[in-house]
């Protein structure tokens, strides 16, 4: 909840909506005049931290691009939960990390390991980083 922000990225850009219907209301209307075809994720990543960066504790981890190869031949059919749904999302989420980078926020790598079919292992340093980072920015914003 604002004043922070965690994001997490990989290599899928995530569900794009035919339109942005929402209600005919103030609070929507950056919404409805953000740019069609881009992902629910980027819209919750801009509104979370990059529309208010000023405002924003924004910390954004990347799972490191080579997972990929940690997913043994035999279980290939799998690699494909893991990387770009299309060509089209690969540019996008590159935009994305773009766009993040540019607000002024960093994008810290992060490793794992291939925990069978869709899931992933090893996330402990991850957890404890995440950890560590947003109590950090706790104590800053609401020193005792």
Do not use: H
Not at 16 to 38: F, M, S
């Amino acid at each position: 909840c604002r004043p922070f922000f965690i994001g997490l990225l990989g290599e899928r850009y995530g569900w794009i909506p035919d339109n942005y219907q929402l209600p005919d209301e103030p609070r929507y209307q950056w919404a409805k005049q953000y740019t069609p075809g881009r992902s629910v994720t980027e819209l919750e990543m801009y509104y979370g931290a990059m529309m208010r960066k000023d405002q924003t504790r924004a910390f954004f981890y990347q799972r490191n691009p080579d997972f990929i190869n940690t997913i043994p031949e035999r279980a290939a059919e799998y690699k494909s939960v893991f990387t770009a749904e299309s060509s089209y999302a690969a540019e996008r989420m590159e935009a994305l990390r773009t766009m993040i980078q540019r607000s002024g926020f960093e994008i810290e790598n992060y490793s794992c390991g291939w925990g069978g079919k869709n899931a992933t292992n090893n996330l402990e340093e991850l957890g404890r980083r995440i950890l560590s980072d947003l109590w950090d920015a706790i104590r800053d914003t609401f020193p005792v």
